[in-house]
């Protein structure tokens, strides 16, 4: 199974906001609503923001949100905070055999 | 609380053999699905290998396929790992992670490395 296509990197000022694309197929991204983000800090385990496309766990703050249109998902980032530099990785349910696949990982800056 | 602790992380030689363990806590392995996650030095995230909660139905990346196992032992609530033909290129930090519902881990272990080089 291929990755999923990101950005390498993405950047915005403070409060500014930010949206970071996940490509997949109609195989995986398009084809269920099993799409996740995951933010991580250098030298960190990734941490999960968003699952099952759009919903937040709790405790992520709701400035990060997702969304789906056809074989793209997208993470938005608003508001953003200095705290929010970190790489992004999506990760879609790739439902044919069952198996999982990840994002090729997004730098995002903040100015 | 939920915790996820990874251990029998080393060094071994091409064509070796490790067994990765995962302790979990704050939860029973047996009621959730359970994925391992690797990232090699610099690079990005990749999706290894997952056991659902009815423990019949596991899947791996086809990287890894025919060389690593995912198993749990329900009594000792622990999911593993097991890798045999071992790679240079599965030198990688290993993360166990949960999952909530599909591909949606929400809790991760601090991961351990794994270093294939002779």
């Known amino acids: 199974q291929s990755a999923l296509t990101q950005p390498p990197s993405a950047s915005g000022s403070p409060g500014q906001s930010v949206t970071i694309s996940c490509t997949g197929t109609s195989s995986d991204v398009g084809g269920y609503a099993y799409v996740s983000w995951y933010q991580q800090h250098p030298d960190k385990a990734p941490k999960l923001i968003i699952y099952d496309v759009n919903k937040r766990p709790s405790g992520v703050p709701d400035r990060f949100s997702g969304s789906k249109s056809g074989n793209t998902a997208s993470l938005t980032v608003s508001g953003l905070q200095a705290e929010d530099e970190a790489h992004y990785y999506c990760m879609s349910f790739a439902g044919t055999n069952n198996l999982g696949v990840l994002g090729t990982g997004t730098k995002v800056t903040v100015l | 609380q939920v915790q996820l602790v990874e251990s029998g992380g080393g060094v071994v030689q091409p064509g070796g053999s490790l067994r990765l363990s995962c302790a979990a806590s704050?939860?029973?392995?047996?009621?959730?699905?359970m994925h391992w996650v690797r990232q090699a030095p610099g690079k990005g995230l990749e999706w290894v290998a997952v056991?659902?909660?009815?423990?019949?139905?596991?899947h791996n990346t086809d990287s890894v396929k025919g060389r690593f196992t995912i198993s749990r032992d329900n009594a000792k609530n622990t999911l593993y790992l097991q890798m045999n033909n071992l790679r240079p290129e599965d030198t990688a930090v290993y993360y166990c992670?949960?999952?909530?519902?599909?591909?949606?881990?929400?809790?991760w272990g601090q991961g351990i490395m794994v270093n294939v080089s002779s």
């Open positions: 992670t949960r999952d909530i519902t599909y591909y949606a881990d929400d809790y």
């Open positions: 704050g939860f029973t392995v047996y009621t959730h699905g």
């Open positions: 056991l659902w909660a009815d423990g019949n139905r596991q």
